[in-house]
């Protein structure tokens, strides 16, 4: 199949790009619906776990949907909750029809969703003109995919999901051994993929414990091990110190800001997560010339 998309696109590397560009929009619309949705499926299973634990089926504190997934129920108005047509569903264009608003209610939308839906789209785009139409480039934007949807989740909720992080480590490693190496950043070959997801997990695992024996405080969260363990087994192992670089010095840079400008509590939680997908996405993107670009500013290239 993907033979066939190369040669309708041979040739035209910008036809390609508008149509990932123009696919990407929806689903830059569903990740909205995964962001949203997978925090509250996720709550539902942890009260029902510990209604269970007591005893006993509490009922919960207010009234919800018997089926809730990322299908089930229709998206609705949070306001009104007058059912949202499919209209009213076009990526960035019915938001801007509406103004920003419910067609029923007038209730204020949130601009973030046609920002998220405009974000996957942009990114997908360079994606897609970075690879070309190869299995490298199909494998890019599911990984760009699922870093949006982990990225807002924890930022909204300091919260990775194993739903998805999961996911994505599994499909690096099932990517290496089905595809092999590519002479592009991913995927890696079977070894370097086994060994990037092992050595991210342990190396963070093994700095959280240190920390907390240090100072008896968590600063981090498993999530942030099994997200740096799945771009391990995408990207490989050799890129797994770029990506703690990149995040660290990101993260240190916009906490200090923060506390500068805004005056947040230091003792205040940051996600991290956000850091090391942004980090994984640059080392996916453009890993060696990063590298090499260190190594002769360092004078360690001749």
């Avoid at 036809?15 to 619309?29: C, E, Q, R, T």
């Avoid at 760009?144 to 909720?157: E, G, P, Q, R, S």
């Avoid at 996916?284 to 010339?289: I, T, V």
Wanted: include cysteine; hydrophobic fraction near 55%; proline fraction near 6%.
């Amino acid at each position: 199949m993907l033979n066939d998309f190369a040669a309708l696109y041979s040739g035209n590397l910008a036809l390609f790009s508008g149509s990932v560009f123009l696919l990407s929009l929806l689903i830059g619309s569903f990740l909205n619906v995964v962001i949203y949705r997978i925090p509250v499926m996720l709550e539902r299973e942890w009260r029902a776990q510990a209604a269970a634990l007591d005893g006993g089926d509490a009922p919960a504190p207010v009234a919800e949907p018997a089926t809730f997934n990322l299908m089930v129920p229709r998206s609705a108005c949070p306001a009104c909750a007058a059912p949202i047509s499919a209209w009213q569903n076009i990526p960035i264009v019915s938001w801007l029809i509406l103004r920003g608003r419910c067609a029923a209610c007038k209730a204020k939308i949130s601009p973030r969703y046609p920002i998220i839906e405009l974000l996957t789209a942009v990114l997908s785009s360079w994606v897609a003109c970075h690879f070309g139409v190869a299995w490298p480039a199909v494998c890019a934007l599911l990984v760009t995919w699922f870093l949006i949807a982990l990225t807002c989740i924890d930022i909204d909720h300091q919260l990775l999901p194993d739903n998805l992080t999961l996911p994505l480590m599994w499909g690096g490693l099932l990517a290496s051994v089905m595809l092999g190496a590519s002479s592009a950043s991913l995927p890696v070959a079977p070894a370097s993929a086994i060994i990037g997801a092992v050595a991210g997990y342990l190396s963070l695992w093994l700095v959280f414990h240190l920390f907390r024996l240090v100072t008896g405080k968590e600063g981090m969260g498993y999530g942030d091990f099994k997200l740096y363990a799945a771009l391990g087994a995408w990207l490989g192992w050799k890129v797994l110190p770029l990506i703690i670089l990149l995040s660290a010095a990101t993260g240190a840079i916009i906490g200090i800001a923060m506390i500068l400008i805004k005056g947040r509590d230091r003792s205040q939680p940051m996600p991290f997560g956000p850091y090391l997908a942004a980090a994984g996405w640059l080392a996916m993107m453009y890993g060696d010339s990063l590298i090499s670009g260190y190594l002769r500013v360092s004078g360690l290239a001749r």
